[in-house]
């Protein structure tokens, strides 16, 4: 069992930044596919960006060029630093890991292990 909590959510000016943290509870996620997730008010829960173990990340259209997720396995812990923010980018953020290496499709049911949420709110 792997627990997640992030951290660094808030609220800001469209245009600002801000770093999303998620520390895992078990080394053992360091060998799993990790990755982003976000759900606005009356939508589906989206993929923002996904980490594999080795390689590069997958990145949603809508994140691309302005996010970047990392992860420090040192620490157990995985980030999303968001530039450029923009209104739509508010929704609850969550972090997310598979219970294994497999990293491919977006869909947030692959998922098995989930953060608690960190709220982002963008305003214009």
């Known amino acids: 069992q792997v627990q997640l909590v992030e951290s660094g959510g808030g609220s800001v000016q469209a245009g600002g930044s801000l770093k999303l943290s998620c520390r895992a509870s078990?080394?053992?996620?360091?060998?799993?596919?990790m990755g982003w997730f976000r759900q606005a008010p009356g939508k589906e829960r989206d993929l923002v960006a996904r980490?594999?173990?080795?390689?590069?990340?997958t990145y949603a259209d809508s994140a691309k060029g302005r996010f970047t997720i990392s992860r420090d396995n040192g620490k157990n812990t995985l980030y999303l630093q968001m530039n450029s923010l923009i209104p739509e980018d508010t929704a609850i953020y969550y972090c997310a890991a598979r219970e294994s290496w497999i990293c491919s499709g977006n869909d947030w049911r692959a998922f098995h292990y989930w953060g608690q949420g960190t709220q982002v709110t963008v305003s214009s």
């Open positions: 980490m594999p173990v080795v390689g590069l990340p």
């Open positions: 078990a080394s053992t996620a360091n060998n799993a596919c």
